[in-house]
């Protein structure tokens, strides 16, 4: 994996400028939208909000922002949930999601908060289409991490062999022409896990091809490779894969050790907030979902609800999933199909890691699209 040397020119590094306009560009695209809110989003908002207003992990009289009371039962005191992106454990409410997101977002709304004069958000309201903190908070981490991921595609492309001016494009396609705009603008978890990601698989490619396996680098690989399995539960999958191109590429124990270490520091994150809010580090909130629907996917056995699904069934949800017009990839981001003559053009230059590692993340969060049945 570690074959395939850099193809550019000695010296020719990202130029700042680009490297600056180009994030510019997109984060000044992102910051023209007003994210709605939805449960997912809403969801991750109110843990950020209950950590900075109240310093609690619950979100106990938050829950209606990321959910459906139950209209039987209003008036006779605060009505429960029947619906939302909810956990519900020991009496309390909390978000289902992985804490990384609302984590990310603790800085940026206790800043808003006290630059902006913002107030808190309320509680026990009905549901908000938006909060002023919302768009803060969505656009100082999803919007900021998305423009960087577009500023790394830049600087990787121009280590396998692209020019400045194909570097910028591959961001601004990225940036602009593929959903990534979208989750730039909602307070998702999407982006901050493909920057965790990309920015790490690039720290080690740098520590494998030039020289760069010092302390601070492997460190913050390892950091970013396993913060983005507390960001998205999938995405350990991804980081997986790239831990194995940290041992194949870099091939030195000292510098993967430092990585393992970090990225098993960084994920106890979500050990740690899973003691707090369940009692156990192992226990998920999806293992205690409010809504029946998601209750009938969730399991304490299966936290997820990703399985294996038949192959008669697994065709048509394969190819809806690539290309067909409801959530098909390739016909909301035609740009994406570019990859595939990439990828022959990354075999053909010897880039067999970079080629590998694309494949096979692609194919475990392809593998995670298809075995969750609710999508």
């Given at each position: 994996m570690a074959k395939g040397k850099p193809t550019r020119a000695a010296g020719d590094r990202p130029r700042r400028d680009l490297a600056l306009l180009l994030f510019l560009v997109l984060l000044g695209s992102y910051a023209y939208l007003w994210q709605s809110r939805d449960w997912n989003s809403a969801s991750r908002l109110m843990l950020s909000y209950a950590l900075v207003d109240r310093h609690r992990v619950d979100i106990d009289g938050l829950e209606q922002q990321a959910g459906q009371p139950d209209v039987q039962r209003r008036g006779t005191g605060r009505p429960g949930m029947v619906a939302g992106d909810l956990a519900?454990?020991?009496g309390h409410y909390y978000t289902d999601k992985a804490p990384g997101q609302s984590l990310l977002g603790v800085p940026?709304?206790?800043i808003a908060r006290t630059i902006g004069r913002l107030p808190g958000q309320p509680i026990d309201r009905a549901a908000m289409a938006y909060w002023p903190a919302d768009y803060f908070v969505?656009?100082?981490?999803?919007g900021v991490l998305t423009a960087l991921v577009g500023v790394v595609l830049y600087a990787f492309s121009l280590r396998l062999g692209a020019s400045h001016l194909g570097g910028v494009l591959v961001g601004l396609a990225y940036g602009l022409g593929t959903p990534a705009f979208v989750y730039a603008t909602l307070f998702y978890a999407h982006q901050a896990a493909a920057f965790c990601t990309l920015a790490s698989f690039f720290l080690l490619y740098r520590a494998a091809h030039e020289g760069r396996a010092g302390l601070g680098n492997m460190l913050l690989s390892g950091l970013l490779a396993g913060y983005a399995v507390v960001l998205e539960y999938p995405v350990a999958l991804v980081s997986a894969v790239i831990a194995a191109y940290a041992v194949l590429a870099v091939r030195r124990m000292r510098p993967v050790l430092v990585f393992g270490i970090a990225a098993l520091g960084a994920a106890s994150v979500l050990a740690a907030y899973n003691y707090r809010a369940f009692g156990s580090p192992f226990e998920l909130g999806y293992a205690h979902e409010v809504f029946p629907m998601f209750r009938a996917v969730?399991?304490?056995?299966?936290p997820l609800g990703v399985r294996v699904p038949a192959w008669d069934t697994m065709r048509p949800v394969l190819a809806a999933v690539l290309w067909g017009r409801y959530r098909g990839l390739a016909f909301y981001a035609p740009a994406v199909l570019l990859a595939l003559p990439g990828l022959v053009a990354l075999v053909a230059r010897k880039f067999y890691?970079?080629?590998s590692v694309?494949?096979?993340?692609s194919g475990a969060m392809l593998l995670v699209n298809i075995g969750y049945p609710l999508w």
């Open positions: 519900q454990f020991g940026i709304y206790a969505t656009l100082g981490t999803s969730h399991s304490d056995r299966n890691g970079v080629a694309i494949v096979l993340a």
